[in-house]
């Protein structure tokens, strides 16, 4: 059996500078890799505040709008109870004038004056 021969030195020179040369490329793709995922959380981070901004934006116009509703129902709610005291109101004076009940103001009495006519129309 034959011995198999040793490479000669410029073979084995080559393959170790391949092997480096490998080597560093890998080291740089793992550099890469990791830059571009720090990027992308970077990026998920500014997306996600965005969204949130977005979020708040429209919790904001919702309030408003709710405040605004509850004031014009407060309002509608004074204006239904300034309705409901005129009625009594007027239901009372319906029942004072029903009994000829002379305990109505002496003005509420009698009709009101007619304005005087300008003179040419007379």
């Given amino acids: 059996m ?5 490479l000669p030195d410029w073979m084995r020179r080559a ?15 793992l550099v890469q890799v ?9 990026l998920q981070d500014k997306l ?3 969204e ?12 408003e709008q709710l405040r605004s509703t509850v004031e014009r129902l407060q309002g509608m709610e004074g204006l239904e ?3 409901q005291r005129l009625s009594a109101e007027q239901a009372n004076l319906k029942l004072q004038m029903g009994r000829g009940d002379d305990g109505l103001p002496p003005d509420l009495m009698r ?6 006519l300008p003179s040419g129309l007379e």
């Fill in 48 to 50: 996600q505040t965005l």
């Fill in 111 to 116: 009709p009101p004056a007619l304005p005087k």
């Fill in 2 to 6: 034959q011995q198999p021969q040793p």
């Fill in 52 to 63: 949130n901004a977005n979020d708040l934006e429209r919790t904001n116009a919702l309030e």
């Fill in 15 to 29: 393959g170790a500078g391949m092997t480096a040369a490998v080597a560093v490329l890998f080291v740089v793709l």
């Fill in 81 to 83: 109870q300034a309705v």
């Fill in 34 to 42: 990791r830059l571009q995922s720090n990027r992308i959380q970077q």
